[in-house]
């Protein structure tokens, strides 16, 4: 196949341009430890309580990490 390098070249420009604009992401560390302080502070223990975690976490990651990626670090958390 034939690549269009001016294509991937100005996509990538783009793609620059736009990420200073956007939050910084956090790292699987940063969202865990944000994870840990909010199960202490509402007192969740077990799967039941992932409901009680994530809005107050969700409002705290706002937008720097994929839900779907906080969802999984607070079950593994609640999980152990």
């Known amino acids: ?3 269009r390098s001016d294509l991937i070249e ?3 420009a783009e793609q620059k341009v736009l ?3 956007l ?3 956090l790292s699987d560390d940063e969202i865990m430890e944000l994870a840990k302080c909010v199960i202490a502070e509402v007192n969740a223990s077990t799967k ?3 409901g009680k975690v994530m809005k107050p976490l969700l409002a705290k990651v706002q937008g720097r990490a994929a839900n779907n990626k906080v969802s999984e ?3 593994n ?3 152990d």
């Open 1 to 3: 196949t034939l690549f």
């Open 10 to 12: 100005a996509a990538l």
């Open 19 to 21: 990420e200073e604009f």
């Open 23 to 25: 939050p910084a992401q």
């Open 48 to 50: 039941a309580d992932i």
């Open 73 to 75: 670090v607070v079950r």
């Open 77 to 79: 958390l609640l999980n």
